[in-house]
């Protein structure tokens, strides 16, 4: 069949198997012509499908020549279905892998669930022993509790007041003013219970208790701070209140850790494309700025590499992981820059409909955002009949 983008907001119900794959393989050769990262050696990545914990798990496969096991929850296509991105990504992942004689396994589920961390054991026990690094970088809507089958929904909203700010379309570059109101307990409850550090916690006590962490393994989560004018909707808001839970729980996972010589940490990390940033209100806008502002003046980073400066510049190749006695590991470095945020807000303070294109890069977020579905990539006929049925090697 022809596949095409569909779009409904910042959602895209299609995705092109050839597109994914060579969006993959523009991320490998990006890793192999870095130095090589001494460590890790065998990975868990929990969400590793798409955004950072795809990124983080090519970094760790083809910069260290790690094998890997992703787990991720994507749909296979069906009839005239697509599959979605990242089934087609963790297809591509896989035959590379393969290609380049490195082991992996993909398991496809609810990483929220029990059973889905059971599998993840066995696999360890039968095939890999132990793991020295899990990656967690879930992003979800909703979770159902394992022990007590309450499904949460995340909401992203500010916290004790309405915040009122600028907006962007998008697909039409229309800027507006949205008002958000506050959430209420139950909401913050809820999206803590989604985003925050339980289950983080409880795939490392798990894995711990199962005996397949290595001495000295190591564990990060992703989070992100960002600068004040979004505070009131990310960091301030809800999802900034799960966003401290996770942080908190990377420092009882150090405790818990240290009979292995283990660590944890949250890795803040740069604003970019991804299916769950695209869906936050005024971040679009602050993220085609700041595209803008670090293209001009040469940081612009991708997801890969973040994560292989993550890697190299943190966690292996004789990395000073965090600050002195912090858990956390700042690559947003150079967004949060002094000199960047002072000029992303100075177009921000001027930012309207009819100078978008000239004062962010609206072209730049939306071809990142068709990316994410193997869309606008160079070199892939979209005119062509095209197989939407991929399935994944190494599938458990
Ligand atoms: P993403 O949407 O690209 O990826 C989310 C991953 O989670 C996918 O692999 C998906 O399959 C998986 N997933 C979702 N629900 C699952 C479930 N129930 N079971 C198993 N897998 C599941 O997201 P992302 O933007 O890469 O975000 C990853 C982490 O990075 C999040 O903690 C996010 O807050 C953080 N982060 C994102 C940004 C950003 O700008 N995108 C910046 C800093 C930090």
Redesign the pocket.
């Known amino acids: 069949m022809i596949i095409q983008p569909k779009t409904r907001g910042f959602i895209c119900t299609t995705a092109h198997p050839e597109g994914c794959a060579k969006q993959i393989q523009e991320q490998i050769d990006y890793v192999k012509a870095q130095k090589k990262l001494t460590g890790p050696v065998n990975v868990l990545v929990?969400?590793?499908?798409?955004?950072?914990?795809?990124a983080s798990r090519i970094a760790a496969a083809f910069g260290a020549g790690a094998n890997t096991i992703g787990?991720?929850?994507?749909k296979a296509a069906e009839g005239i279905r697509t599959a979605s991105a990242?089934w087609y990504n963790s297809a591509a992942f896989e035959q590379a892998a393969a290609e380049q004689g490195l082991k992996s396994h993909s398991i496809v589920?609810?990483?929220?669930s029990d059973a889905?961390k059971t599998t993840t054991i066995d696999l360890i026990k039968a095939e890999y022993g132990t793991v020295d690094l899990v990656v967690y970088?879930?992003?979800?809507p909703r979770?159902t509790h394992p022990v007590t089958g309450e499904t949460f929904s995340s909401v992203i909203k500010p916290v004790g007041t309405a915040y009122t700010n600028k907006t962007m379309n998008f697909h039409t570059g229309e800027v507006s003013t949205v008002t958000i109101e506050p959430a209420t307990d139950e909401e913050v409850r809820q999206t803590i219970a989604v985003?925050g550090g339980e289950d983080w916690g409880m795939w490392i006590d798990q894995l711990q208790a199962a005996g397949v962490l290595a001495d000295g393994a190591t564990t990060v989560?992703?989070?992100?701070i960002g600068p004040k004018i979004t505070h009131p909707i990310y960091r301030d808001g809800t999802?900034g209140q799960a966003?401290n839970d996770?942080e908190q729980t990377a420092i009882a996972l150090n405790q818990k850790l240290a009979v292995l010589g283990g660590r944890a940490f949250v890795s803040?990390?740069?604003?970019?494309?991804?299916?769950?940033?695209s869906a936050i209100p005024v971040v679009p806008l602050y993220?085609s700025a700041l595209y803008r502002v670090m293209k001009d003046k040469e940081l612009h980073e991708n997801?890969i590499q973040q994560m292989y400066r993550l890697f190299a510049e943190h966690l292996y190749n004789g990395g000073k992981a965090a600050a002195d006695g912090s858990h956390l590991i700042r690559i947003?470095n150079w967004e949060m820059r002094e000199d960047v945020q002072i000029e992303v807000m100075r177009r921000w303070n001027e930012l309207e409909t009819d100078n978008v294109p000239e004062l962010a890069d609206l072209e730049g977020y939306r071809k990142d955002f068709f990316h994410?579905f193997g869309f606008q990539t160079e070199g892939v006929d979209y005119e062509a009949d095209t197989d939407p049925s991929v399935e994944i090697p190494n599938q458990v």
Do not use: E, H, P
Request: charged share 15%; with cysteine; glycine share 10%.
């Open positions: 929990i969400g590793a499908s798409t955004g950072y914990g795809l787990v991720f929850f994507d990242g589920g609810d990483a929220f889905i970088s879930v992003a979800s979770r985003m989560a992703y989070s992100y999802i966003k996770l803040v990390n740069k604003a970019l494309v991804t299916q769950s940033s993220i997801c947003d994410l």
